[in-house]
């Protein structure tokens, strides 16, 4: 079993900055994909990027997302990250950190992912 619990939402303006992060418990094994999801209300649960752990693989970002948020992960504490720079309103949503066995070409196929945190809630105001 893996638990995962988010952590670092809030609320800030267009264009700043919030770091998450994903506190996580239990047994991830390399190659474990973790990675981050965010819903808005009445739209469906989207990727926003994704990581191999123990690969070594550069992370996966949807194409909405690159260039501004960047995944890591500190493996002596368990917990990835996710910073998230230039913050559009559009980007409002309750984030999600979820752990599972993904696989090319779609990293972030909701139902691989067998294990979700309760979220963490991203407000952007213009």
């Known amino acids: 079993q893996v638990q995962l619990v988010e952590s670092g939402g809030g609320s800030v303006q267009a264009g700043g900055s919030l770091r998450l992060s994903c506190a996580a418990s239990?047994?991830?094994?390399?190659?474990?994909?973790m990675g981050w999801f965010r819903q808005a209300p009445g739209n469906e649960r989207e990727g926003v990027g994704v990581i191999r752990i123990g690969h070594g693989d550069s992370p996966y970002y949807a194409d909405s997302v690159k260039g501004r948020f960047t995944i890591s992960e500190d493996s002596a504490k368990n917990t990835l990250y996710l910073q998230m720079n230039s913050l559009k309103p559009e980007e409002t949503a309750m984030y999600y950190c979820a752990a599972g066995l993904c696989s090319y070409p779609d990293y972030t196929r909701v139902k691989d992912y067998n294990f979700w945190g309760p979220g963490t809630q991203v407000t952007v105001s213009s």
């Open positions: 239990g047994s991830i094994y390399s190659g474990t994909c």
